[in-house]
């Protein structure tokens, strides 16, 4: 099968079908998405009457990185369109990592091809009805839009199916690989994503986000006779606490249906705590919660199956401040790149010049990461890299990144992430983060107008930076931010 899309191909592929509408009117979005399907030679005759598999764009991939063949120019192709939330190119990487094509052997990574088969059955592009919001009445139009509703509801029962089989064939360990790469997957679209997060944990939705009354998710909570996809219902624990934690993470981003969300999983936690007294305070204890909450990875694992070609991460800033930071990483001084480099064994020696870093060295970053190897680092790679070594062990590293989230160099300010990099350098022995952790972060909510240590702990940073430093207001807002609420007990007060 093709890989989907071109150079060409718009920027949010993923666009979801009631956007689509929302913006264009319903008689232009049938026609945009489904008039092609209309005469379409890979669809045949029984396939239509059957109610099959979508019918795919036969789409050449323009192989324009040498070092790429062409099964994996196709892969990374997929895999940008896959993060842009594009439902079938979700599935086809799903089907291409569960290796059943001969051609797809190499490919073989059973962890991967659930990943994306989840991610494909969150995503509201594959359940969206047309049909349903077109023009009532008769015509080949209306046909079409309910065809294709018809062939992504048998896209989406398929792909519950295989889901289920692979699941039930995975140790713990590998299931929560699973859930852990969806999770973080979702976090890089922003709200969209923190939503379809906060929906895989709220009973009042189906297995995984879609309308509870939807078919498919009839089909795979099951019957008395029909037993379902048992394996796929475990995969995401329901309860309220996680749906209000992604709301408010989503709310928080500005988004509107996310707060009127929030605010339905805030009564839900207010009835939970009238039923116990000793539960008082629990929905602030949540929100403190995701004021900490921190992705699962850093960046998605760059893990490559027998093929050689590593899992890359095609994630774009999704906010214009997100945009604002990464241009912002011409601010981090080169020479921690370098040392970056340098400790991941990619470059002989740390220097401060990125004329004196050798072509070799870059390009093993970048196929390290997956990435078109230049020989010139981007932007992102340039951010990579300090989170490659972070991930890696290097103290000084996750140092630097500390401050990169503190500041919003490179990455967009985040004072969790930041102060999980603090915490994890002050565990590898970095005498700065120490310093910051026990002179300053360890006040708790007292530390937040303590100026005078938030100075001390900028100076030492910046002696040990090279003038990389966050300043004594960022610090402050990392201490606000994670600062845990007291929380009232039978016993009195707790943290």
Wanted: some cysteine; glycine content about 8%.
């Amino acid at each position: 099968m093709a890989a989907f899309g071109s150079k060409a191909a718009p920027k949010r592929v993923g666009q979801t079908s009631s956007r689509i509408i929302r913006r264009v009117g319903v008689a232009a979005a049938v026609s945009a998405v489904i008039v092609p399907l209309m005469g379409c030679d890979l669809m045949h005759e029984a396939a239509r009457r059957a109610g099959g598999f979508c019918p795919r764009p036969a789409v050449a991939v323009a192989n324009t990185a040498p070092q790429f063949n062409q099964q994996a120019s196709e892969i990374h192709n997929l895999r940008r369109h896959a993060f842009r939330n594009d439902f079938f190119a979700q599935l086809e990487l799903a089907r291409r990592y569960e290796g059943s094509r001969t051609t797809d052997k190499n490919l073989e990574d059973l962890v991967e091809s659930a990943t994306w088969y989840a991610i494909a059955l969150t995503n509201p592009a594959g359940y969206d009805s047309i049909a349903g919001q077109s023009e009532r009445g008769g015509g080949a139009r209306v046909r079409a839009a309910a065809q294709y509703d018809d062939c992504r509801a048998f896209e989406r029962r398929d792909a519950y199916f295989h889901l289920n089989i692979l699941l039930t064939r995975m140790s713990s360990e590998e299931r929560d690989k699973v859930r852990k790469r969806a999770v973080y997957m979702l976090s890089t679209l922003g709200a969209d994503g923190f939503r379809t997060l906060a929906r895989l944990h709220d009973a009042a939705f189906g297995p995984l986000g879609e309308p509870i009354d939807n078919p498919q998710a009839r089909w795979a909570f099951g019957k008395p006779d029909h037993p379902g996809v048992p394996a796929v219902l475990g995969l995401f624990e329901r309860n309220d606490v996680d749906a209000y934690l992604y709301n408010y993470l989503a709310a928080q981003t500005g988004d509107v249906g996310a707060f009127v969300m929030m605010k339905e999983s805030e009564k839900a936690l207010r009835e939970y705590e009238r039923g116990d007294p000793a539960r008082g305070g629990f929905a602030n204890l949540v929100e403190s919660k995701a004021n900490r909450w921190t992705p699962p990875y850093e960046f998605y694992p760059p893990e490559s199956p027998e093929s050689g070609v590593p899992h890359s991460d095609e994630s774009e800033p999704n906010s214009d401040a997100a945009e604002s930071a990464l241009g912002r990483v011409y601010q981090l001084p080169f020479t921690h790149i370098a040392q970056a480099l340098a400790f991941l064994h990619m470059a002989d020696k740390p220097t401060g010049h990125e004329e004196s870093v050798g072509r070799n060295a870059i390009l093993a970053l970048q196929a390290a990461l997956g990435r078109e190897q230049t020989g010139e680092l981007s932007p992102i790679e340039r951010v990579r890299a300090i989170q490659l070594a972070a991930v890696d062990g290097s103290a000084r590293a996750q140092l630097v990144l500390a401050v990169m989230y503190s500041e919003g160099v490179g990455v967009p300010v985040d004072y969790a992430r930041a102060y999980h990099w603090y915490e994890t350098a002050d565990k590898q022995g970095s005498p700065e983060a120490k310093y910051a952790m026990s002179t300053f972060f360890s006040l708790g909510v007292e530390g937040v107008a303590d100026q005078d240590k938030a100075k001390a702990v900028v100076y030492q940073i910046d002696s040990a930076l090279s003038g990389f430093k966050p300043s004594a207001e960022r610090l402050a807002g990392i201490l606000a931010r994670v600062s845990r609420p007291q929380h009232r007990t039978p016993g009195g007060y707790s943290w």
